[in-house]
């Protein structure tokens, strides 16, 4: 899981590297979701990166209606992830990355249930990393890595000390 974190890592660093427009305009989240897909895209070949992606192989991505997080876009509570990293056909579901901006001051809840869902062993087809990131102009300022449902604690120290490491988080 750390060659892959390692691979997000280098894609922020480009990102933040190429993109500081999209901070300085002060541009909505799905632009900047976008764009860091871009630069995904280009750390794992071989694999798709979409954003908002809402099939599980051949069949749309269903899940309970009405529920925190759910597939009744109506409503507002879209389980479908801001970026994923997957084989589309087969399917196999490698990395799934929810973005925020930490001027974005609703609760992190949805973000985090959604990648709770995404992760969770006992939805088909989960994925094997969930990555929730916040961003500001410059830095990760907050991050959290699930697995098999969870956060993975000592993942997201390791992930943490090493966005810390190459000048792309916040030291505590």
Wanted: net charge negative; proline share 3%; hydrophobic share 40%.
């Amino acid at each position: 899981m750390q060659t892959e974190l390692n691979k997000v890592i280098a894609a922020l660093r480009d990102f933040y590297a190429q993109e500081a427009f999209l901070f300085e305009k002060d541009v909505g989240e799905r632009a900047i979701t976008h764009r860091f897909a871009v630069h995904l895209e280009k750390q794992f070949s071989g694999w798709s990166v979409d954003c908002n992606y809402d099939r599980l192989g051949e069949r749309t991505l269903h899940l309970p209606h009405g529920t925190i997080i759910s597939t009744d876009d109506h409503l507002g509570k879209s389980i479908y992830p801001d970026v994923a990293v997957h084989q589309r056909e087969i399917p196999n579901n490698l990395l799934t990355v929810e973005i925020r901006k930490a001027s974005n001051h609703t609760p992190l809840e949805h973000d985090q249930h959604k990648l709770r869902a995404l992760t969770d062993v006992h939805v088909w087809f989960p994925y094997w990393i969930g990555l929730l990131l916040v961003l500001d102009g410059h830095h990760v300022t907050m991050s959290e890595v699930y697995v098999s449902g969870l956060v993975d604690e000592a993942l997201s120290r390791w992930f943490a000390t090493r966005l810390q490491e190459t000048g792309l988080g916040i030291r505590a």
